[in-house]
């Protein structure tokens, strides 16, 4: 009877732990804006975050119309608004909670109007696998200029950058160019 009460609580307690969410990644190294960005003539910054899309599974109806759509493969899923997130001040305080696309079929995330400074963001990342992963990275927001952070794939700057230029996740992913202040 002991035994039998030991093996349940050992099940239990597994089954909690794999049920508990993963710590979040954070990275230590602040995305800021592009190097050969324009400032434009704004008090203001801004800051884009190109966070984790929601999957939602497709209307089944829907795919029937589409005559090139591979109907082997499994799940029906498609990419849809980019995931919210969360700004903070740099001592950690909430400032603002993101909800990054007008609706659900939005495919550009929104850019947010910020006083300049250090800010944090708590975001969804998407892995090289397909698989989501909460980060938390620090951002600098100039005047007049756009910060662009990249959380949902495999983004490459169009303008020749070495190693040092940019800010990469711990799957090696790069999230955006270095703050150079």
């Known amino acids: 009877m002991k035994n039998t009460h030991l093996i349940a609580a050992a099940g239990a307690l597994v089954w909690l732990t794999g049920c508990a969410s993963s710590p979040p990644v954070v990275v230590l190294t602040p995305v800021g804006p592009a190097p050969a960005g324009r400032a434009m003539t ?3 910054g801004y800051l884009q975050v190109y966070s984790a899309r929601f999957k939602e599974p497709v209307e089944s109806n829907f795919l029937e119309w589409q005559p090139d759509y591979d109907f082997t493969a499994a799940p029906f899923f498609y990419d849809l608004a ?53 980060v938390e990275l620090p951002v600098l927001v100039e005047h007049g200029k756009t910060t662009v952070v990249h959380l949902s794939g495999n983004w490459r700057p169009r303008a020749h950058f070495t190693d040092a230029d940019v800010v990469r996740l711990p799957d090696g992913q790069i999230a955006g160019w270095l703050a150079r202040q």
């Open 42 to 44: 704004s008090h203001q």
């Open 82 to 134: 980019h995931s919210d997130y969360v700004i903070r001040k740099e001592d950690g305080s909430l400032l603002k909670n993101v909800r990054n696309a007008r609706n659900l079929a939005d495919p550009d995330p929104v850019l947010v109007t910020l006083p300049p400074g250090r800010y944090k963001i708590e975001a969804e990342a998407e892995e090289a696998g397909g698989r989501t992963v909460k």
